[in-house]
């Protein structure tokens, strides 16, 4: 049977969900910038990657297909039957694969700094073996670079997260992105989608990932973010938060607008 995820609900009971997933080597607190926002209308189901933000990390290896899994089985747990999903980056391609492997339980779905294949699979294996073998301390050195303009200076709480983060769950997701390719399968998406880049996201450019994402979903929107890196709703919360409510307007009304 598939784990339920750590998870934690905000906003007004009764609302629709929206579920928000984290990237790697963040926890659920990569979405405190749009919350406000987001509670005002939504009831907001956030929830951690294995071994991020103080959840465990399984004792095997795992997908990105077992995480979206693990997101459906949240859903059956918690009783939502059709949810709005949102995530970055990893938490992204999750929503990627929950929307082909439960197409009636995503009701809306919003990509942000994300891609449909995270570029070769041997750099992805290399960290997960640095990370198993010196800790997260070497890939969260550079995390701020990756994850940031150089002009931002708010990167030290995001930063903080990935150096909590267990060795072995970064490992586990670090192989989980290898493995991942939905490229081929993104013509069968069905739900409402709106893809966000951030301009100058170092990881996921706007070409070559999130163009590609935008091209191969049906009627798939994209809005790129000028100024912002890889956590673009971290670095431009403003515009992010109001790209998504606005596509979660259009598409999975809250209730008290
Ligand atoms: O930390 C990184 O390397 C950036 C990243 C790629 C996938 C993800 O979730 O974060």
């Given at each position: 049977?598939?784990?339920?995820?750590?998870?934690?609900?905000?906003?007004?009971?009764?609302?629709?969900?929206?579920?928000?997933?984290?990237?790697?080597?963040?926890?659920?607190?990569?979405?405190?910038?749009?919350l406000p926002a987001l509670t005002?209308?939504?009831?907001?189901?956030?929830?951690?990657?294995?071994?991020?933000?103080?959840?465990?990390?399984?004792?095997?290896?795992?997908?990105?297909?077992?995480?979206?899994?693990?997101?459906?089985?949240?859903?059956?747990?918690?009783?939502?039957?059709?949810?709005?999903?949102?995530?970055?980056?990893?938490?992204?391609?999750?929503?990627?694969?929950?929307?082909?492997?439960?197409?009636?339980?995503?009701?809306?779905?919003?990509?942000?700094?994300?891609?449909?294949?995270?570029?070769?699979?041997?750099?992805?294996?290399?960290?997960?073996?640095?990370?198993?073998?010196?800790?997260?301390?070497?890939?969260?050195?550079?995390?701020?670079?990756?994850?940031?303009?150089?002009?931002?200076?708010?990167?030290?709480?995001?930063?903080?997260?990935?150096?909590?983060?267990?060795?072995?769950?970064?490992?586990?997701?670090?192989?989980?992105?290898?493995?991942?390719?939905?490229?081929?399968?993104?013509?069968?998406?069905?739900?409402?989608?709106?893809?966000?880049?951030?301009?100058?996201?170092?990881?996921?450019?706007?070409?070559?990932?999130?163009?590609?994402?935008?091209?191969?979903?049906?009627?798939?929107?994209?809005?790129?973010?000028?100024?912002?890196?890889?956590?673009?709703?971290?670095?431009?919360?403003?515009?992010?938060?109001?790209?998504?409510?606005?596509?979660?307007?259009?598409?999975?009304?809250?209730?008290?607008?």
């Amino acid at each position: 049977m598939t784990a339920v995820p750590r998870h934690r609900l905000d906003g007004p009971d009764g609302a629709p969900v929206v579920v928000l997933g984290p990237s790697l080597g963040t926890s659920m607190d990569l979405w405190l910038p749009q919350l406000p926002a987001l509670t005002r209308a939504w009831r907001t189901l956030r929830y951690e990657l294995p071994g991020h933000g103080g959840a465990p990390a399984p004792g095997g290896p795992f997908t990105v297909e077992d995480l979206a899994e693990g997101v459906v089985a949240l859903l059956d747990a918690l009783g939502v039957e059709r949810a709005a999903y949102a995530g970055v980056s990893l938490g992204g391609a999750v929503g990627t694969a929950l929307a082909l492997r439960a197409p009636e339980r995503v009701a809306s779905l919003v990509l942000c700094c994300t891609s449909p294949r995270f570029g070769d699979p041997g750099p992805w294996r290399e960290r997960a073996a640095l990370v198993r073998r010196e800790g997260v301390g070497p890939v969260a050195d550079g995390a701020a670079g990756r994850w940031f303009t150089p002009s931002f200076t708010g990167a030290e709480p995001y930063v903080a997260m990935l150096r909590a983060t267990g060795a072995e769950g970064y490992a586990g997701c670090c192989d989980a992105l290898a493995a991942f390719d939905a490229t081929a399968r993104l013509a069968e998406i069905r739900a409402p989608v709106l893809v966000v880049a951030g301009a100058q996201d170092g990881p996921t450019p706007p070409r070559g990932h999130a163009d590609r994402l935008a091209a191969g979903i049906p009627g798939a929107r994209l809005t790129v973010v000028e100024g912002a890196g890889h956590l673009a709703n971290a670095e431009r919360p403003a515009e992010v938060t109001e790209a998504i409510t606005a596509h979660l307007d259009r598409t999975w009304r809250g209730t008290r607008r």
